[in-house]
């Protein structure tokens, strides 16, 4: 299996509820392992050109306004096959369609504030990793 990076963010409703560690415990338990990690906060100007993919979605501006609400943890997550790993670590979009045991479905409030983001694929985590980090911020 491929090594692979991809891009994680613990979202505003699962840091404000005290729920980072929690989370990076899943994903290290899973056998991820982090490469790099901060809190920041996001501006509508950033939270809109990060989710500019879904810039046609009836969601995206509840979508942008819920991600600047507070800080975000922004990390990279890095091993066999990471990408897809960490969807399944994650769960499905939609915390109440989401399997047991996955953050979504133990940590997630509804569809929008579902506490986690992924990549989805090599390309779109390499446009993503680069959009939060500098390479010297990554071990
Ligand atoms: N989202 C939403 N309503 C929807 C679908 C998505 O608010 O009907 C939000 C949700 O926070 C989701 C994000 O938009 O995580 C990005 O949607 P995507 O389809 O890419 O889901 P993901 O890749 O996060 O599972
Ligand atoms: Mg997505």
Do not use: W
């Amino acid at each position: 299996m491929a090594m692979e990076r991809t891009l994680s963010i613990v979202k505003p409703d699962a840091v404000g509820r005290n729920l980072i560690g929690s989370i990076l415990r899943k994903f290290e338990t899973a056998g991820l392992r982090i490469a790099g990690g901060k809190l920041i906060r996001l501006t509508p100007e950033q939270a809109q050109a990060f989710y500019a993919v879904h810039k046609a979605r009836p969601f995206f501006q509840g979508l942008c306004d819920y991600m600047c609400s507070g800080p975000i943890f922004v990390s990279v997550l890095e091993g066999d096959n990471a990408i897809a790993k960490n969807r399944e670590v994650m769960g499905a979009t939609d915390p109440a369609k989401a399997a047991p045991g996955t953050i979504r479905q133990e940590f997630g409030q509804d569809i929008e504030k579902n506490a986690v983001h992924g990549s989805d694929a090599p390309e779109t985590a390499a446009v993503e990793i680069a959009f939060y980090f500098k390479p010297e911020e990554l071990f």
